[in-house]
């Protein structure tokens, strides 16, 4: 089963006007292994992989995962890492690298993120 979401960046923050689409795909083990959560497209992150795959602990069946965990508790964790990214766990290099030493640049391209991501005003 595959679903998919949009998450808000939060309000406050460098993301904030953009939604970004999540795939979560639930497999048959579903909630014994957690689903597969991508941005569709892939997101300009230090912990995003250049497939769009989010590396996030409690996404991860060997880290953080629990059968417990809820589609919302999945959902705010995922928008939480967008402003608040693990350095030790990084997917893509160039997000990466910016992050540690050139934070304006980062924010910078973050902001360019968030204006591809900004939902058309209707």
């Known amino acids: 089963m595959k679903w998919e979401s949009g998450v808000p960046g939060k309000e406050g923050t460098d993301w904030a006007t953009g939604v970004y689409k999540v795939t979560l795909e639930f497999s048959?083990?579903?909630?014994?292994?957690?689903?597969?959560?991508?941005?569709?497209?892939?997101?300009?992150?230090?912990?995003?992989?250049?497939?769009?795959t989010i590396c996030l602990s409690i996404l991860n069946?060997?880290?953080?995962?629990?059968?417990?965990?809820?589609?919302?508790?999945m959902l705010l964790g995922i928008q939480d890492l967008l402003d608040d990214p693990n350095p030790n766990s990084p997917?893509?290099?160039?997000?990466?690298?910016?992050?540690?030493?050139?934070?304006?640049?980062?924010?910078?391209r973050v902001k360019a993120e968030a204006r591809k991501n900004t939902p058309a005003s209707g």
């Open 28 to 52: 048959e083990e579903y909630p014994s292994k957690p689903p597969k959560c991508k941005f569709v497209p892939p997101l300009f992150h230090p912990n995003v992989y250049p497939s769009g």
């Open 91 to 108: 997917a893509q290099s160039e997000a990466y690298n910016l992050y540690m030493n050139n934070r304006s640049e980062y924010k910078r």
């Open 61 to 73: 069946e060997e880290e953080g995962w629990r059968p417990a965990i809820t589609i919302k508790q």
